[in-house]
């Protein structure tokens, strides 16, 4: 990407919007992608060429530009904040994430000694719980909601 097609959006900030800027900058208390871009602003601000500041943030000139267009089409607040990513929707609710607990935790199935993940996934299909489910995604429900997180106890008072 040419330097010129960077220059299309010039930051000219704000006294009010650089000391914000600064502020997120020295306190840390951000996001490493909140307070790159607020560098990248106060750069930018400061006349700097995009590929410049690419190089001190060790991002792309990409990331340098977008932040630029956002913040000159969009304002300050967009330019800095996450946009939500898109992603697959999650296939277990709360109420089916209980329900996979629930069987998770009953006797198994007769003729098993204990639920698989392939049984407890074609079980919540059976059960219209999901019109379909992975075990892999049994599996990653089951770790997040029953993990003890290094504790000895997996019940409710610690021994």
């Known amino acids: 990407m040419s330097e010129g097609r960077l220059m299309k959006y010039r ?75 898109s992603g697959q929707p999650r296939r277990l609710d709360g109420r089916g994430e209980a329900t996979l607990i629930a069987l998770a935790c009953s006797s198994p199935p007769e003729g098993r000694a204990v639920w698989t993940m392939q049984l407890l996934a074609d079980r919540l299909v059976e059960m219209s719980v999901v019109e379909s489910i992975s075990d892999e995604t049994v599996r990653l429900t089951l770790k997040k909601g029953i993990s003890s997180h290094g504790s000895t106890s997996s019940g409710a008072f610690p021994r």
């Open 11 to 85: 930051v000219e900030l704000g006294v009010g919007q650089k000391k914000r800027l600064r502020g997120i900058v020295r306190r840390g208390k951000h996001s490493a992608r909140k307070i790159r871009r607020a560098r990248s602003l106060l750069h930018s601000h400061e006349g700097m060429s995009a590929p410049r500041i690419a190089d001190l943030l060790d991002v792309h000139s990409d990331t340098v530009y977008r932040t630029r267009r956002l913040f000159v089409t969009r304002g300050l607040d967009t330019a800095l904040e996450e946009r939500p990513r």
